[in-house]
């Protein structure tokens, strides 16, 4: 059996705490997996600590729990689950019993097919809102533009340990953990699966707090925003420089009026001078947030020694 760490963030779910629990029994019951299960409350404002804590019992595999003092967010809660797994291959999922852990089986086979190191279950039908669902699709349309495989990201992830390296060397805040993922992982691919209605309550994410999110992925946790500042400062400046000569040409072989052509080529040639040193500046600092962000880190999927 191979190890595996199964990382769930838990916020306000008493009501379904039991039932999830139960559901994990039956992939542990399968026996093809050794589990081991990294609860994260993400300061949870119900009784969902003492619920869990009650419902200890009822697992039949090794818990480990953790509580974190407020609420940081269901990417910075996983990550901190990351920070603490130990096992070969590691897992997540959401606790609202909308993703079955028994299909994890059919995500660690594809990964086996595909030689892969990060496995997304992707949904043939999801049961979020209309709202929701076109948030999502439009936001990895944006995304996609970095040449990552956003289109594949869901919740419900199977990766081998050197896809978590990122979250080993700091525990702080993380606003988009797929980020990291993907770029830990040189094979990335998908299997489908099945996505159920949510039983339980609401989703903790209202229209705002979607909104807030993509936003903060946006301009928070993507390069994208500088890389098209960069673009079109170049891009400007080569438009400005042509229409500039265009003048010029216009002033030599044509009739126009004395200071017109000075007047326009001063100000295309000075704008498109700053134009350009805006697209340099905005790639320098694209590459200072690449660094920051670890995202230029080399990754040591294995060494061996004789």
Same mark, same amino acid.
């Given at each position: $059996?191979?190890?595996?760490?199964?990382?769930?963030?838990?916020?306000?779910?008493?009501?379904?705490?039991?039932? #999830?629990?139960?559901?994990?029994?039956?992939?542990?019951?399968?026996?093809?997996?050794?589990?081991?299960?990294?609860?994260?409350?993400?300061?949870?404002?119900?009784?969902?600590?003492?619920?869990?804590?009650?419902?200890?019992?009822?697992?039949?595999?090794?818990?480990?729990?953790?509580?974190?003092?407020?609420?940081?967010?269901?990417? /910075?809660?996983?990550?901190?689950?990351?920070?603490? /797994?130990?096992?070969?291959?590691?897992?997540?999922?959401?606790?609202?019993? =909308?993703?079955?852990?028994?299909? +994890?089986? =059919?995500?660690?086979?594809?990964?086996?097919?595909?030689?892969?190191? #990060?496995?997304?279950?992707?949904?043939? *039908?999801?049961?979020?809102?209309? %709202?929701?669902?076109?948030?999502?699709?439009?936001?990895? #349309?944006?995304?996609?533009? *970095?040449?990552?495989?956003?289109? +594949?990201?869901?919740?419900?992830?199977? $990766?081998?340990?050197?896809?978590?390296?990122?979250?080993?060397?700091?525990?702080?805040?993380?606003?988009?953990?797929?980020?990291?993922?993907?770029?830990?992982?040189?094979?990335?691919?998908?299997?489908?699966? @099945?996505?159920?209605?949510?039983?339980?309550?609401?989703?903790?994410? @209202?229209?705002?707090?979607?909104?807030?999110?993509?936003?903060?992925? &946006?301009?928070?946790?993507? /390069? &994208?925003?500088?890389?098209?500042?960069?673009?079109?400062?170049?891009?400007?400046?080569?438009?400005?420089?042509?229409?500039?000569?265009?003048?010029?040409?216009?002033?030599?072989?044509?009739?126009?009026?004395?200071?017109?052509? @000075?007047?326009?080529?001063?100000?295309?040639?000075?704008?498109?001078?700053?134009? %350009?040193?805006?697209?340099?500046?905005?790639?320098?600092?694209? =590459?200072?947030?690449? @660094?920051? =962000?670890? &995202?230029?880190?080399?990754?040591?999927? *294995?060494?061996?020694?004789?």
């Amino acid at each position: $059996m191979k190890d595996l760490d199964l990382v769930i963030p838990v916020y306000n779910s008493t009501a379904s705490i039991k039932q #999830l629990i139960s559901s994990i029994n039956q992939l542990a019951q399968s026996a093809y997996f050794n589990l081991h299960v990294i609860f994260v409350n993400d300061g949870s404002q119900d009784k969902t600590h003492e619920t869990l804590l009650d419902s200890l019992g009822i697992a039949n595999f090794k818990i480990t729990y953790i509580r974190l003092a407020k609420n940081y967010g269901q990417h /910075s809660a996983t990550a901190t689950g990351f920070f603490h /797994s130990k096992a070969e291959f590691i897992a997540t999922m959401d606790d609202d019993l =909308q993703h079955n852990p028994i299909e +994890l089986i =059919q995500l660690h086979k594809k990964m086996l097919e595909e030689n892969a190191d #990060l496995v997304y279950g992707t949904f043939e *039908e999801k049961k979020h809102s209309f %709202f929701r669902n076109s948030g999502t699709k439009i936001l990895q #349309l944006i995304l996609g533009s *970095e040449s990552k495989k956003y289109k +594949l990201v869901t919740s419900f992830r199977l $990766m081998k340990k050197e896809a978590v390296v990122a979250f080993k060397s700091k525990q702080s805040k993380f606003h988009f953990i797929d980020d990291y993922l993907i770029h830990s992982s040189s094979i990335v691919c998908s299997n489908k699966v @099945s996505h159920h209605s949510r039983l339980f309550g609401k989703s903790g994410y @209202s229209g705002v707090s979607l909104f807030s999110l993509a936003y903060t992925i &946006l301009f928070l946790h993507s /390069s &994208l925003p500088l890389k098209f500042i960069s673009r079109l400062g170049v891009f400007l400046s080569i438009a400005f420089f042509a229409i500039g000569c265009y003048y010029i040409f216009q002033k030599l072989f044509y009739d126009v009026a004395i200071g017109f052509t @000075s007047l326009i080529v001063a100000i295309f040639f000075s704008t498109g001078l700053i134009m %350009f040193s805006l697209g340099v500046i905005g790639e320098y600092i694209r =590459q200072i947030w690449v @660094s920051n =962000q670890e &995202l230029d880190k080399v990754i040591v999927a *294995e060494i061996c020694k004789n």
